[in-house]
């Protein structure tokens, strides 16, 4: 807006740039939506189709079974998310 403003008028733009100034506030963003933890672990396999198992400690123990195709000369990630606040065996 500065920038345009500028162009049209170098008065305008000078107005422009000193009200940014003047009402330019800091990130003041809630950072509690951050994850009180983050857990990852690093297994190597061989290639193929693999079946794992995660774990859980309480609530939610049972079959977390996770599907993963790994392919050789290939970094593969899976990715997992629960709001459990209990850690994985």
């Known amino acids: ?13 000078t107005i422009v740039s000193i009200i940014n100034t003047l009402t ?3 990130d003041t963003r809630n950072w509690q ?9 690093r297994i190597y396999l ?4 693999h ?5 859980f400690e309480g609530d939610h123990s049972g079959n977390n079974a996770i599907e993963v195709d790994v392919r050789a000369g290939q970094t ?8 459990n606040s209990r850690s994985l065996n």
Request: net charge negative; aromatic share 14%.
């Open 33 to 41: 939506s951050l994850p009180y933890s983050i857990a990852y672990t």
């Open 76 to 83: 593969t990630f899976y990715t997992f998310h629960t709001m």
């Open 1 to 13: 807006m500065e920038k345009a403003a500028r162009n049209e008028n170098e008065n305008l733009g």
């Open 24 to 26: 330019e506030r800091a």
């Open 46 to 49: 061989p290639e193929g189709h």
């Open 51 to 55: 079946t794992l198992y995660l774990n």
